[in-house]
């Protein structure tokens, strides 16, 4: 988790620096790249206070606004209007369950895991392991998961999305779908792929 928001971080402020986007560079310096903590040692200026919570939503709004969690978008509204528009939730309570997953990043449990310290346990699993990664994935960065996945001793497979970024389910839906139906035939057949 640390990893991943100083990485963001650092990728956003690139981002801005190439964009001469000063606007983004000031906001950015003003938070502070993230402590091996994981803290923000700055704060929001007072006039993003009614755009931004904390300083982790500047980094996330970035993310998002350079292609990072939708490629070639610069965000992810679109699919929390197809969300809501599936008739599976209601506005509040979708709203519900993202505040509740927000809420994690408040146990400081998730600010401690490592997938990479093999004394947490997540290097070996008694069940096949699946990655479905978007290439353009900076929300959760391709290129940590990537120093981690060779770790991993269990049977495992990486399924990378050349066109996608956080949410392959939704940029490459028929790979993904055939990806699904795959591991589902592999797995039913006792494959080892």
Known sequence: MIKN???SYD????????HADTEAIQLLQAIGRPGNDGEYPGKIPDQYADTFDDPSEVTMFYVGHDGGEVYGSESSDEIDALILDSGLYDKNDWLKRWKFSQSLFNDPDVWRFDATDESQGFQSFRVPVYFFMGQYD?????????TYYPLIHSRK????????AHFPFYEEPAKFRSELLRIKSDTQAGGSS
Request: glycine residues 0%.
């Open 5 to 7: 928001e100083q990485y």
């Open 11 to 18: 990728r956003v402020s690139q981002q801005a620096k190439n």
């Open 157 to 164: 497979q990486y399924i990378r999305f050349e066109h996608s």
């Open 138 to 146: 900076y929300d959760t960065p391709v290129n940590l998961f990537e």
